[in-house]
């Protein structure tokens, strides 16, 4: 069985901080990796996706990628109170996505 | 405009019932899901179409029937309805299989 792994936290953080969150994940022949922020009652929502490794930023957030560890992490610059929700890992693996069991993230004013 | 939307938002029901959940999505994607995600805020696929067709069916027991009469509909049958059915269930739709997924907001079943 596929896996992606991820600390279930609370990361707790300080407004105006950087917050770090990691994923490992079991599939060698993963190519598409993806961060999901969930506040509490809603929907999952995209916010990153990365396929190579590196970095990407888009704003306030960066992926980081690195294949050849299983590695995926999320940082988040400026942390705000509004960003404190649960961020779910997601993996595609054999034409489905496999999502870790999410690190919740509260910022603290 | 709605991306992906799911009907009912909240379903509240006895043990043994049949119910049904409907998922649109407007996007012109040609792939949809359905995921449960329990108590415990794990989700997991459940099933996935793509075009009208049966692409992933995870273990999942027979009482439960997905059904896709155009490629934007994706619905959910459940059939004697049992208590750890309770969860919430999302719809999702992706413009191939393994791509990013948009999510529908939910259907918080209970049944009790």
């Known amino acids: 069985q596929k896996e992606v792994e991820q600390n279930s936290g609370p990361l707790s953080v300080p407004e105006g901080a950087i917050a770090s969150l990691n994923c490992t994940y079991s599939?060698?022949?993963?190519?598409?990796f993806f961060w999901y922020r969930q506040y509490s009652g809603k929907s999952p929502e995209l916010i990153m996706s990365?396929?190579?490794?590196g970095d990407k930023e888009d704003g306030r957030f960066t992926a980081q990628l690195n294949k050849a560890s299983q590695y995926v992490s999320l940082l988040i610059r400026d942390s705000q109170p509004s960003d404190s929700a649960t961020y779910l890992c997601?993996?595609?693996?054999?034409?489905?996505?496999?999502f870790g069991s999410g690190t919740r993230l509260l910022v603290r004013p | 405009d709605t991306a992906v939307s799911q009907t009912p938002k909240y379903l509240v029901t006895q043990m043994g019932n049949d119910k049904s959940i409907k998922c649109e999505q407007n996007?012109?994607?040609?792939?949809m899901y359905w995921y449960k995600q329990d108590s415990k805020k794990f989700l997991k696929i459940m099933f996935s179409?793509?075009?009208?067709?049966?692409?992933i069916n995870e273990t999942v027991p027979n009482r439960f029937s997905p059904k896709s009469p155009d490629k934007a509909h994706l619905n959910l049958h459940i059939n004697s309805l049992e208590l750890g059915d309770s969860a919430v269930y999302f719809c999702?739709?992706?413009?191939?299989?393994?791509?990013?997924?948009?999510f529908g907001p939910g259907t918080r079943l209970t049944v009790t």
């Open positions: 599939d060698r022949g993963s190519q598409s």
């Open positions: 179409y793509n075009n009208k067709e049966l692409i």
């Open positions: 990365i396929y190579s490794n």
């Open positions: 999702a739709s992706s413009q191939e299989a393994g791509n990013e997924q948009y």
């Open positions: 996007l012109g994607h040609d792939t």
């Open positions: 997601a993996v595609d693996s054999s034409y489905k996505l496999i």
